[in-house]
């Protein structure tokens, strides 16, 4: 469990740290003349190495299903350092032009890839290690170190931001988080070459395999539109938001936010402790609720006070929501499918759904806010997920207290 843990951390920081340093991307790749249109640019980027997840979800989740959680995770910890080194040595537009675009975009589509296969892998590995009765806690560790590589990357970047001069930033500086993550990542490829095979995995693996149910991989889908779009707009566009719109400096943003995800890897075991004892949906369904209550007062408190520390307490507020959804998230998606399809069908229901919904929400919410003049216009998006992901759990049943395997789950 821990070597799946300090993977997690790691393949999630390569990934992030795009999102944490936009502002300074967005001038040494895009240089439109235009800020908005250089954001939307870099934005819309980050949300490339979204459309390659579902494709690694299938063949990396499939990997997993027939080969093995080991296999799967090996070969996704390796990816995203690969990518994460292109991106740390890619040139700038000023010395290859569009040549340099392109480099980043090709690094972020094997991020994406390698991604696509990582969530539900990692996600299937760590349900099925758990005790029984011990799901949600044990899934919630997945959640937890996602927002730890998240961390990492925020807290990488701030400091960064903190120690150098913005010349010396945008000259050099910015290359180092990437670095740091493609020469971290052969130790968590070294540690997952040195991990077992979850009991459940191998107890099935010679059995026959059923069709993947395209009306489960539906459900997952269903289930994970709040998830991921949350994350995106609340954990890696608020950084981007407070420095355009609520006049915070670029470290302030990236400490708010890191103070933010520490919170999360903080509670969401905690939440999903809770999830064993009364159940996944009331949590699950109470995350849904705030996020079609809270988002819109919570902007437009934020762009009228412009202050750190309402700032800091807005993303924290929100990112206790989070965790209510992430603490019993992971196991409670996991048991929706059974044992010989789970890391396809959450790799897919879940990548395709982030795809669509999540990975291209900074995008979505500049955008948004570009078109109505309105800061707080990214709300409405946030309590529109809220909506699709509350139908979808209504008509779920809950699983804290099955069997694994029992019932189809």
């Known amino acids: 469990m821990a070597a799946a843990v300090i993977g997690n951390v790691l393949e999630w920081y390569d990934f992030a740290v795009y999102a944490y340093l936009a502002t300074v991307i967005a001038k040494l790749f895009f240089p439109t003349g235009d800020e908005v249109s250089a954001l939307l640019a870099t934005f819309a980027t980050f949300g490339v190495g979204f459309v390659l997840r579902p494709l690694g979800a299938i063949v990396i989740g499939r990997l997993g299903d027939r080969n093995g959680r080991k296999a799967a995770l090996s070969i996704t910890i390796g990816l995203m350092a690969l990518g994460t080194l292109l991106i740390g040595l890619a040139p700038t537009y000023a010395s290859w032009g569009a040549g340099a675009t392109a480099v980043v975009?090709?690094?972020?589509?094997?991020?994406?890839?390698?991604?696509?296969?990582?969530?539900?892998?990692?996600?299937?590995?760590?349900?099925?290690?758990?005790?029984?009765?011990?799901?949600?806690?044990?899934?919630?560790?997945?959640?937890?170190?996602?927002?730890?590589?998240?961390?990492?990357?925020?807290?990488?970047?701030?400091?960064?931001?903190?120690?150098?001069?913005?010349?010396?930033?945008?000259?050099?500086?910015?290359?180092v988080p990437f670095l740091l993550g493609a020469l971290i990542g052969p130790v968590g490829w070294y540690l997952r070459r040195h991990i077992d095979d979850t009991p459940v995995f191998r107890a099935q693996a010679a059995s026959p395999r059923p069709a993947l149910s395209a009306a489960l991989v539906a459900q997952a889908f269903g289930f994970t539109v709040l998830w991921?779009?949350?994350?995106?707009?609340?954990?890696?566009?608020?950084?981007?938001?407070?420095?355009?719109?609520?006049?915070?400096?670029?470290?302030?943003?990236?400490?708010?936010?890191?103070?933010?995800?520490?919170?999360?890897?903080?509670?969401?075991?905690?939440?999903?402790h809770w999830s064993d004892r009364i159940g996944r949906k009331p949590l699950l369904m109470a995350a849904c609720v705030a996020f079609m209550v809270l988002p819109y007062p919570l902007l437009n408190l934020m762009t009228a006070q412009s202050s750190l520390v309402l700032a800091m307490a807005c993303q924290a507020l929100l990112t206790l929501a989070i965790a209510s959804f992430s603490g019993p998230g992971p196991a409670a998606i996991a048991e929706i499918f059974p044992t010989a399809s789970r890391a396809t069908g959450m790799s897919v229901g879940y990548s395709v759904a982030v795809a669509v919904f999540g990975g291209f929400s900074p995008f979505i919410a500049t955008w948004l806010i570009a078109k109505t003049g309105s800061a707080s216009a990214p709300a409405w998006y946030l309590m529109g997920a809220a909506m699709v992901t509350l139908v979808t759990l209504w008509r779920l049943p809950e699983s804290a207290y099955r069997q694994l395997e029992s019932d189809g789950a």
Do not use: K, N
Not at 244 to 269: D, K
């Open 105 to 175: 975009v090709v690094a972020r589509l094997i991020q994406g890839f390698s991604t696509g296969g990582e969530w539900g892998s990692a996600t299937a590995f760590m349900v099925e290690w758990a005790p029984e009765g011990r799901r949600g806690f044990y899934g919630s560790l997945q959640q937890c170190s996602v927002a730890g590589g998240l961390l990492l990357g925020a807290a990488t970047s701030a400091l960064i931001s903190s120690l150098l001069s913005e010349a010396a930033l945008i000259d050099w500086g910015w290359r």
């Open 228 to 272: 991921t779009v949350s994350y995106y707009i609340v954990l890696t566009f608020l950084p981007t938001f407070f420095q355009q719109h609520v006049q915070l400096t670029r470290t302030q943003a990236l400490w708010s936010t890191a103070t933010a995800l520490l919170l999360l890897v903080i509670v969401s075991p905690l939440f999903g």
